[in-house]
Nanobody, 115 residues
Framework: QVQLVESGGGLVQPGGSLRLSCAAS????????MGWYRQAPGKQRELVAG???????NYADSVKDRFTISRDNTKNMMYLQMNNLKSEDTAIYYC?????????WGQGTQVTVSS
């Protein structure tokens, strides 16, 4: 069992930056594949970035070169550094952990990009 809690969302102007954090509790965090997803109003939830237990990363084309995903297994934490934010990045951002058939989600944190 893994519990996930996101933080770091908020209101930011276009071109600004935010850093999201995902705190995981439970056992064996390091063996989980982790990911950030987002869901904008009226749209389906989509993958933003993922990171494997070995540290390999992947990104949605829309955020490449602007967002960076990372994890700290010693602290049971995952991060998403978001730079050069755009209005289309506005969404609720969710943290996900999965290992085999086991999937866990956080409650989400709102990111709003607006002037």
């Amino acid at each position: 069992q893994v519990q996930l809690v996101e933080s770091g969302g908020g209101l930011v102007q276009p071109g600004g930056s935010l850093r999201l954090s995902c705190a995981a509790s439970g056992s064996s965090f390091s063996i989980y594949t982790m990911g950030w997803y987002r869901q904008a109003p009226g749209k389906q939830r989509e993958l933003v970035a993922g990171i494997t237990s070995g540290g390999s990363t992947n990104y949605a084309d829309s955020v490449k070169d602007r967002f960076t995903i990372s994890r700290d297994n010693t602290k049971n934490m995952m991060y998403l550094q978001m730079n050069n934010l755009k209005s289309e990045d506005t969404a609720i951002y969710y943290c996900k952990a999965n290992r085999g058939p086991y999937i866990y989600w956080g409650q989400g944190t709102q990111v709003t990009v607006s002037s």
